[in-house]
């Protein structure tokens, strides 16, 4: 997998893309190593050297605040893997419910893929102000993830793919809810922080 083609291709026409990573042979691993790994860490890294940059300070945190920041960064990391992880699990489990073949392969292939926007628009976190932009990432996200489900790349049905994708937008927003409050908990920082 050419890993900068298939960016550019989930982002510039993403109802091709679907097609062809439809057929296309990819395990899971391949799809975590090869493609989220390395995307995920885009805005985690970018999040990092703004606030390093900037000499953010993360309130009530003793100790070095870079050392914070780096903690932060590490497990805002790990933590967005398993979000996509967890989402890919979930489209698989929720597949018989809206009469769709169910795949994990290709129920991760719709979480990872429908990631990439979100992890490229990342980037604007080196500049903290510009940060809210990555709210553009993640609607686009939406809008990728929902031609993944009308491909159909899980075989659901035209009457009920629209049902899956709204269930499994739900499912994102839980879990993205779980995953700001556990780093907001872990680093004692007040509200739920974007770690996209």
């Given at each position: 997998?050419?890993?900068?083609?298939?960016?550019?291709?989930?982002?510039?026409?993403?109802?091709?893309?679907?097609?062809?990573?439809?057929?296309?042979?990819?395990?899971?691993?391949?799809?975590?190593?090869?493609?989220?790994?390395?995307?995920?860490?885009?805005?985690?890294?970018?999040?990092?050297?703004?606030?390093?940059?900037?000499?953010?300070?993360?309130?009530?945190?003793?100790?070095?605040?870079?050392?914070?920041?780096?903690?932060?960064?590490?497990?805002?990391?790990?933590?967005?893997?398993?979000?996509?992880?967890?989402?890919?699990?979930?489209?698989?489990?929720?597949?018989?419910?809206?009469?769709?073949?169910?795949?994990?392969?290709?129920a991760m292939?719709?979480?990872?893929?429908?990631?990439?926007?979100?992890?490229?628009?990342?980037?604007?976190?080196?500049?903290?102000?510009?940060?809210?932009?990555?709210?553009?990432?993640?609607?686009?996200?939406?809008?990728?993830?929902?031609?993944?489900?009308?491909?159909?790349?899980?075989?659901t049905p035209?009457?009920?793919?629209?049902?899956?994708?709204?269930?499994?937008?739900?499912?994102?927003?839980?879990?993205?809810?779980?995953?700001?409050?556990?780093?907001?908990?872990?680093?004692?920082?007040?509200?739920?922080?974007?770690?996209?």
């Amino acid at each position: 997998m050419n890993l900068v083609a298939r960016v550019q291709a989930i982002l510039l026409k993403p109802k091709e893309e679907w097609a062809k990573i439809k057929e296309e042979p990819t395990t899971i691993r391949q799809l975590f190593t090869q493609y989220a790994v390395i995307l995920a860490a885009i805005p985690v890294v970018a999040q990092f050297l703004g606030w390093a940059l900037l000499g953010f300070r993360i309130p009530y945190a003793g100790g070095s605040w870079m050392t914070r920041a780096l903690l932060y960064a590490i497990f805002s990391y790990i933590l967005s893997l398993v979000l996509v992880y967890a989402l890919g699990f979930i489209i698989n489990a929720l597949a018989p419910n809206f009469s769709s073949t169910q795949s994990l392969p290709l129920a991760m292939k719709l979480a990872v893929y429908s990631m990439t926007p979100v992890w490229i628009m990342g980037i604007f976190n080196l500049i903290p102000a510009l940060s809210v932009l990555g709210i553009l990432g993640s609607l686009y996200g939406l809008y990728v993830l929902y031609l993944g489900f009308a491909t159909p790349l899980m075989g659901t049905p035209k009457e009920k793919f629209t049902g899956y994708f709204v269930v499994s937008v739900v499912v994102v927003i839980v879990l993205m809810a779980v995953v700001g409050i556990i780093l907001g908990a872990a680093f004692a920082i007040r509200g739920v922080m974007a770690f996209f």
